[in-house]
């Protein structure tokens, strides 16, 4: 059985199946056809890279949320509670990684620094 086991595990390795699973995200806003932010996120089990493309500012501001679901309401953004976990900005070209995530991560990005009335809140 292990030896069984063992081939199955080589055979969807080959095909590039390796059990773990890898989500990028990819915010881009415009303005007169200019990109004012272009930001990717990738996220895997545990961990979540984020790096800042491009912005009119010069940096990327990050807010980064734990995000909690119902079960029922999985799709309904509206039932989610969110927990602040970190905020940060980058400069253009800059990455940073973040490790020991636990749940389900979601951030916001912006080119201008986040005020009372930003679009990234928790709730």
Do not use: I, W
Not at 14 to 37: A, E, H, I, M, P
Not at 77 to 102: H, I, N, T, Y
Request: charged fraction near 20%; charge should be neutral; include cysteine.
């Amino acid at each position: 059985m292990r030896m069984l086991t063992s081939m199955l595990y080589c055979l969807l390795a080959l095909f590039g199946c390796d059990g773990k699973s890898t989500t990028t995200t990819v915010t881009r806003s415009q303005l007169n056809g200019q990109d004012t932010l272009l930001s990717r996120t990738t996220q895997d089990h545990d961990a979540a890279t984020f790096q800042c493309v491009t912005s009119s500012s010069g940096r990327c501001h990050y807010q980064v949320f734990e995000e909690t679901c119902a079960a029922a309401a999985a799709t309904d953004s509206a039932q989610c509670q969110r927990s602040p976990m970190d905020s940060f900005s980058l400069q253009v070209g800059e990455k940073r990684l973040l490790k020991g995530l636990a749940g389900q991560v979601k951030d916001c990005v912006q080119a201008e620094v986040p005020g009372p009335n930003t679009r990234c809140r928790a709730g």
